[in-house]
């Protein structure tokens, strides 16, 4: 009873704070237009505190940094230990690591001194303003004078975007540029090596962990209520479950599978199902602790995606083996051209999983911070009340729309990493009758 | 540059923290799911099919048993519907015999009454006839005497032949 009526009030406290937080929308600066290509994205990517509202940011527990120049690993006990200030801008850089938006990145500069310094983000506002000013003052910025002559439209459109982006921490009274955490792309979608990796509880490392203790606290209870309730018909939580879990076990696992090997698979599709509709029905909440998009980050459905194809393999019979290298019943011509054809399958099947999850999951998210962006573009970031309430209006319910869309590919997406995954191992144990006579 | 750098697509980057995280908490939870949750409940569940399975069973067969129980017991029945059909049919016809019989009895009885009834008016007849025969006989006799004595004083044959005149008349 006592638990329900604190949830009741979280809840409405959650709901209003929600409504606050849309204050964000337009923190892309104070005077820069509302920009909701970047704001989309800001919503979307990984951050070091969870956003409440305004100014105030929750810290995250456990910050870990690994830096590759050979400087070892920095531990702080939670974000809060940047000092976090205006903007989710700490005010403490600590080995160069600071916070900035409340997302951790880094000092270039190795010039800059490790340990515990005091910074301020005061020059920001006057950056893009006075793009020449700061050029001598900023380290990594000589070669750029003579480039801005030769700028063409585009570019200045470009310069116009970089204003408010182009982040220096000042120190002294100098300015120093920002490096992001490494990315595995090797540069081919924006990202690379820098001179840190981030092993911190992110955003979206809570939001896995939150939804890893909320199930197994769920689970754990309904497999206690199937020992104490021994013979009886389900109840409660247990009757929620139990035809969930039936249904993957009926119409997922044994025609995917089959009925000899199903049985041992059962516990990894149900824990995929689970937790990726948990991350995905989770980032759908627009308030602590939901809001991360763990399920819309390709580092989680990778890692994911991973498990299905090492399940897949490890658990490849002969016969998919076979069929893979050496494709039974065939001309060895077609041979050839079959079997790079396969072995590309083999690790285009988990590729598939991981960008359709992804895909799904982030398209959504982006679509809704667009709806809502609707007000600040239409009212024109506050100087235009009509629009703004036209853009209102339209946004709720096209909010609502795309919400209860996105519900559904919640949990389809969930649905459908799960099917496929128990199609791709059901293919790996399968047994081929016809094959023996092949060979 | 410095455009891509604030304003990353962060979701499509790859990044080594995000990808151990992931690795380490699902692993986990799968490994502990697997063990606390998912087989115990998978095995629970196929018992609990198993129990079903057999209870249906089991209520099968106590239908079929039921079944044959109300055909016996409607045999049964039957059978003592008729029983009992005979028992009034039989008492019927007992009861019809015995009322026949005491008919018979008592006609026999009435026909033995009326039969006595007659032989002793028969009985009675023949005697007051004897009577009246002898009482007949002695006043002839006397009369006869009285004449015959007036005619035959102190004849002692005659008297003789008349008592065995009188003795004759009692034979009849």
């Known amino acids: 009873m006592r638990t329900k009526s604190i949830f009741r009030v979280f809840l409405l406290l959650a709901i209003l704070i929600g409504g606050f937080s849309n204050q964000t929308l337009a923190s892309g600066g104070n005077d820069a237009p509302f920009n909701p290509g970047e704001t989309a994205l800001h919503h979307i990517a990984d951050a070091h505190t969870f956003h409440f509202f305004g100014d105030i940011y929750i810290p995250l527990p456990a910050m870990i940094f690994y830096d590759r120049n050979g400087e070892g690993i920095t531990f702080l006990p939670s974000s809060a230990s940047f000092d976090i200030g205006k903007s989710g801008n700490g005010n403490i850089a600590i080995d160069r690591y600071v916070l900035q938006h409340g997302v951790v990145r880094r000092i270039k500069d190795t010039s800059f001194p490790m340990g515990k310094v005091n910074i301020s983000w005061e020059g920001h506002a006057s950056h893009g303003n006075d793009h020449s000013g700061h050029d001598h003052s900023g380290h990594d910025h000589a070669g750029h004078d003579h480039g801005q002559k030769e700028k063409g439209m585009k570019d200045k459109i470009m310069d116009e975007l970089d204003k408010g982006h182009e982040v220096q921490a000042f120190y002294n009274g100098k300015g120093f540029d920002l490096e992001d955490r490494t990315t595995l792309d090797g540069g081919l979608a924006g990202g690379g090596m820098t001179s840190y990796m981030d092993f911190s509880i992110t955003k979206n490392v809570f939001t896995m962990l939150f939804v890893a203790f909320l199930l197994g606290f769920v689970f754990l209870r309904v497999a206690k209520a199937y020992r104490t309730r021994d013979g009886q018909a389900p109840k409660g939580l247990q009757g929620f479950i139990e035809p969930l879990f039936v249904f993957i076990q009926d119409e997922v696992a044994k025609p995917m599978i089959g009925e000899k090997h199903y049985a041992r698979f059962m516990p990894y599709l149900m824990s995929a199902f689970f937790f990726i509709l948990g991350l995905n029905l989770l980032g759908q909440i627009p308030f602590f602790p939901g809001s991360g998009n763990a399920s819309g980050t390709i580092s989680i459905t990778i890692a994911l995606a991973l498990f299905t194809f090492l399940i897949t393999n490890l658990n490849g019979n002969r016969d998919y083996w076979t069929h893979i290298l050496w494709m039974p019943g065939i001309p060895a011509a077609v041979k050839l051209i079959i079997t790079p054809v396969e072995v590309m399958g083999v690790f285009l099947k988990p590729i598939v999983l991981f960008i359709r999850l992804f895909a799904n999951i982030t398209a959504g998210h982006i679509v809704i911070v667009a709806f809502v962006g609707l007000i600040f573009v239409l009212g024109e970031s506050g100087k235009n009340l009509v629009g703004a309430g036209v853009g209102a209006v339209a946004a709720t319910f096209l909010t609502m729309f795309m919400m209860a869309l996105e519900l559904l590919v919640a949990v389809l997406q969930a649905y459908i990493f799960t099917i496929l995954s128990a199609s791709y191992i059901g293919a790996a144990v399968e047994e081929h009758h016809h094959a023996e006579e092949a060979h | ?172």
Not at chain 2, 37 to 63: M, V, Y
Not at chain 2, 140 to 150: F, H, P, S, Y
Request: cysteine-free.
């Open chain 2, 1 to 172: 540059m410095t455009f891509l750098a604030a304003a990353r697509f962060w979701p499509i980057l790859p990044e080594p923290g995000l990808i151990f995280w992931t690795i380490l908490i699902f692993l986990i939870f799968w490994t502990l799911m697997s063990k606390f949750a998912f087989k115990p409940i998978a095995s629970a569940l196929a018992k609990r099919n198993g129990d079903i399975e057999d209870a249906l069973k089991t209520a099968e067969q106590a239908r079929l048993e039921m079944a044959n129980l109300k055909s016996e017991n409607e045999k049964l029945l039957s059978e003592a519907r008729e029983e009992r059909a005979q028992m009034l049919k039989e008492a019927r016809d007992t009861g019809a015999a015995t009322i026949e019989e005491a008919k018979d009895k008592a006609r026999q009885e009435a026909q033995k009454i009326i039969n006595n009834a007659r032989q002793e008016i028969e009985n009675q007849k023949a005697q007051a006839m004897r009577e009246v025969k002898n009482e007949a006989g002695n006043m002839a006799l006397e009369i006869a005497e009285k004449v015959i004595r007036r005619e035959l004083k102190g004849d002692p044959s005659q008297t003789s032949f008349v008592n065995d005149l009188v003795n004759e008349i009692k034979l009849n």
